[in-house]
């Protein structure tokens, strides 16, 4: 028996030991002095020692400004209540070769079976894993509020041609596609009957079922289907794109039946499993989309079928008898009051009707709604009847837009009778008292009116491009050119400009030149750069970064000022917004500088996004088109925004 458990106890070490040396982390183990105990292979491959040159001896990687904030750590772990607490954080370590390491370090104290403490335990890993992880999770969570914002576009149509056109736009919007297709399956041929990005001489062409790309898909029985190669393309006409690679098909059902399938053409871009499902998320839509408007069309052309049309209707619609009460109410009318049909019926329609042919706007008020929904109501009277048709529809975002434009008006005003009235009382003052003031009083005058007047520029500036912007009438001259000399042109100079600010630009040495317009760029970064200075009033660390990432290069600009609550992270780049009314009093403007700098950064090919920084203030985050060495520098167009 004796033996029998000390061969358990051998094989239990034994195990912990290869469950330690295989580890794919890096795992220390510290005795209470901080010599290190056990020092695995993966821990030899992070940190550049061996394990016998390091066992027995205090590990040489914690850097002196990090000390702290490690013996924090161990004191937490030594004096948790938990014998299994652990602490976990982000940090710095060395390299043998003095390179410091960005890890995520989880440190726990090693124990004896009575609870006292033997020493710690820390497992390492690169921290470059956990953004990689989050950077998909976040991209995966986009994907599927676009694919969400993408379903709502086609199906808001209800007419078959432009619900086709529309799925055939979709394929390029949410797989990247350089151009889509829709086909219909009629007998044995098929006919495109929706195109995005290819001739439109080709709309309506047929092709033989047989020999193409659905009738493989349909043999397989699967619903996608990717093929690479132009040999497997067949005879389609609408294949026949400059430097086609890739065909991504997906299948359409109407009715449990193959109505028609998407082709998803790639010329330029890569196409691989994310790509094709989200064309198989997308074909499901697209089946119901193309059913409803098959639905839709066939109850127009038979007037007997109202009740389609009356249930297939996006405004709320409801039927009042000679005395007021409700006798029909449609889906749409449920959703838009948050009353049932059978709560509605045989009672008055829960909200004031205008007279007949009139038109009635007002606020709803519901608890089991958003607040401030906003209903136009219309209404018409059947005389054979004597029925009243009532149409209401949620008028919330133009009420919105109306009220946003009335604060615009408001705001110009306010923000133009400043340096107007400053402006015309220096001017007034040097008009009437000219020969009493001396030079320097005159002097400061001029300057003033010169101050005020370049500011007055700069907001009549700001209008005309955030009316432009709001047109979707801004345009770029795409060319290459060196983002990190508009980088250091625009910073040079900023430290002077506060002494509670500190100005740090960090763009590595060959950063990638970019595609874009360096106009549209220069005025991109000043926004950018001026918002850092005046939402951080309390000064703080202002920091202007890039480096190459995948196909583009990231630019950023960070500040530890008052930060942007996470619901306003979206809605500051719209007109006419500010991140909290109260800062419109507190540092003024008009709310139009980030839906600019969104514009600009987009009519180039780019984008821009606002985030948080975990030790306060934001991140505002430009990406722009990498350049890439088979395109000609000297390549240049005009592009219209999207």
């Keep these: 028996m004796g033996d029998f458990k000390a061969k358990d106890a051998w094989d239990e070490d034994g195990i912990a030991r290869a469950v330690v040396a295989g580890s794919p982390d890096a795992i220390v183990a510290l005795d209470r002095d901080l010599s290190v105990l056990s020092w695995n292979a993966a821990a030899e491959r992070l940190f550049g020692w061996p394990a016998e040159e390091i066992v027995g001896r205090r590990p040489p990687i914690v850097p002196d400004e990090l000390m702290a904030e490690h013996n924090a750590v161990l004191e937490r772990v030594r004096t948790a209540s938990d014998a299994r607490g652990r602490v976990s954080l982000r940090t710095k370590r060395f390299h043998r070769d003095g390179a410091l390491l960005d890890l995520r370090v989880d440190t726990s104290a090693l124990r004896s079976e009575g609870g006292a403490l033997l ?7 690169s921290a470059e894993d956990d953004d990689a992880a989050q950077g998909r999770a976040v991209r995966r969570a986009l994907l599927v509020r676009r694919l969400t914002d993408v379903v709502g576009d086609i199906n808001a149509a209800l007419d078959l041609p432009v619900v086709l056109d529309r799925i055939a736009a979709s394929l390029t919007d949410l797989t990247g596609a350089d151009a889509g297709g829709f086909v219909s399956i009629e007998g044995d041929r098929l006919r495109l009957v929706g195109v995005h990005r290819l001739p439109e001489a080709l709309r309506g062409v047929t092709a033989d079922l047989h020999t193409s790309l659905v009738d493989k898909l349909l043999r397989t029985g699967k619903t996608v289907l990717l093929e690479t190669g132009p040999e497997g393309f067949g005879d389609l006409v609408w294949a026949r794109v400059p430097g086609l690679h890739t065909i991504a098909v997906g299948l359409a059902v109407v009715g449990g039946r193959p109505y028609g399938a998407l082709y998803a053409l790639f010329s330029k871009r890569k196409a691989g499993h994310l790509e094709l499902e989200l064309l198989e998320l997308l074909a499901g839509h697209a089946g119901i989309a193309v059913g409803n408007a098959m639905a839709y069309q066939e109850a127009v052309r038979q007037r007997a079928h109202e009740r389609a049309v009356f249930d297939a209707s996006a405004d709320g619609i409801a039927v009042l008898d000679g005395s007021g009460r409700v006798i029909r109410w449609n889906p749409a009318a449920t959703e838009l009051t948050d009353v049932a049909a059978e709560d509605a019926i ?71 009778r400043t340096p107007i009235t400053i402006v015309r009382g220096f001017a007034s003052t040097l008009d009437a008292r000219w020969d009493h003031l001396s030079d320097d009083e005159r002097r400061s005058a001029v300057r003033t009116i010169a101050e005020r007047s370049r500011a007055l520029g700069q907001l009549i500036d700001h209008l005309l491009l955030g009316a432009r912007a709001g047109a979707d009438e801004l345009k770029v001259k795409v060319e290459l050119f060196d983002l990190a000399d508009r980088v250091r042109a625009a910073t040079l100079g900023l430290p002077v400009l506060s002494d509670r600010h500190r100005v740090e630009v960090d763009i590595p040495p060959g950063l990638p030149s970019v595609y874009g317009d360096p106009l549209a760029t220069d005025i991109l970064l000043g926004q950018l750069l001026e918002n850092a200075f005046k939402y951080s009033p309390d000064g703080g660390l202002i920091r202007v970064g890039a480096w190459p990432e995948d196909d583009l290069v ?53 984008d821009v996004t606002a985030l948080p920084r975990s030790g306060g203030g934001t991140r505002m985050r430009v990406v722009l088109n990498r350049a890439r060495p088979d395109r000609s520098s000297d390549t240049s167009s005009d592009t219209p925004e999207g």
């Excluded at 020493?119 to 890993?125: I, K, L, T």
């Excluded at 942007?564 to 917004?577: S, T």
């Design 119 to 125: 020493g710690y335990v820390s497992v390492y890993h």
């Design 554 to 606: 990231v630019l950023v600009v960070d500040d530890e000022g008052i930060g942007i609550a996470p619901g306003d992270r979206e809605r500051i780049f719209e007109r006419f917004v500010q991140a909290d009314s109260g800062n419109r009093r507190r540092f003024g403007g008009v709310g139009l500088g980030l839906h600019i700098v969104r514009s600009l950064a987009r009519a180039q090919g780019g």
């Design 346 to 416: 045989g009672g008055p329609p829960p909200f004031s009707l205008p007279e007949p042919g009139a038109k009635l706007t007002f606020q709803l008020h519901c608890d089991r709604l958003p607040p401030g929904r906003w209903l136009d109501v219309l209404c018409a009277e059947i005389p054979e009847t004597g029925e009243i048709v009532v149409d209401f529809r949620d008028v919330t975002r133009a009420k919105e837009l109306e009220e946003a434009k009335d604060l615009f008006l408001a705001t110009t005003s306010h923000e133009l």
